[in-house]
């Protein structure tokens, strides 16, 4: 089945060391999204990527690092200056703009939830 | 800022009412315009996208007043299962690709 696979689905860890959450799709998608939502809060966007080896900041990219060396694959890591960093992150998909079934609809994996102990 | 505003809530109410949730935003030019359900601690699904005309699915009515710039989600005969939060998103176009940004959501409780 086609879809996006979030892995670890829960991760605790220490401060100060870094951590890195995979996100994998098989859906042929070209742009690739990263979210972190709060408890109670909206999802906010960390990173985004339209293309294979490029990525763009969203609203709360510091402390955050990604890359996009494979058009499946869109990892997030979570470095030690993300002074705040337990949080649920989402990984979305969705297909490149022009195609005609591409309504801007997002295509999610199940999540990671980050705690840091 | 591209913002999009919607009010937390949570609505409570009983099995069978009519409940509306609204959702303001801010960039005219956005584009694309959805509602996704969010169970506790699970990913948001898409519930149903929305159209300038309006359209409507089963209990579920989605509206878009782009001149006032909100959208709106109606849903009738409410549900026990319906409970959850109800993310509205707008999305813009940015080189080639849609940017959605997501309002914090509005919390439904149906109860019996």
């Known amino acids: 089945d086609g879809g996006i696979t979030q892995s670890p689905k829960y991760l605790f860890r220490k401060e100060g060391q870094n951590v890195t959450l995979s996100c994998e799709q098989n859906l042929n998608h070209d742009a690739m999204y990263w979210y972190r939502q709060d408890p109670g809060q909206g999802l906010r966007l960390i990173y985004y990527?339209?293309?294979?080896?490029?990525?763009q900041k969203g609203d709360i990219a510091e402390g955050y690092s990604v890359s996009r060396e494979k058009k499946e694959s869109f990892p997030l890591t979570v470095t030690s200056a993300q002074k705040n960093p337990t949080a649920f992150y989402l990984c979305?998909?969705?297909?490149?703009?022009?195609?005609?079934?591409?309504?801007?609809?997002?295509?999610f994996g199940e999540g990671s939830r980050l705690t840091v102990l | 800022r591209k913002e999009v505003e919607q009010d937390p809530g949570p609505f409570n109410v009983p099995e069978g009412a009519t409940v509306a949730f609204n959702c303001t935003y801010s960039n005219s030019a956005s584009q694309s315009f959805f509602w996704y359900r969010q169970d506790c601690r699970k990913e948001p699904k898409l519930l149903m996208s929305v159209y300038s005309s309006g359209n409507e699915d089963g209990r579920f009515t989605a509206q878009l007043n782009r001149a006032s710039q909100y959208i709106s989600l109606l849903i009738r005969d409410s549900k026990l299962s319906d409970s959850a939060t109800y993310l509205c998103v707008v999305s813009d176009a940015s080189g080639g690709s849609y940017i959605p940004t997501f309002g914090r959501g509005t919390s439904l409780i149906v109860h019996p």
């Open positions: 979305a998909s969705s297909p490149r703009t022009g195609l005609i079934s591409n309504t801007g609809e997002l295509f």
């Open positions: 990527s339209q293309i294979v080896n490029d990525f």
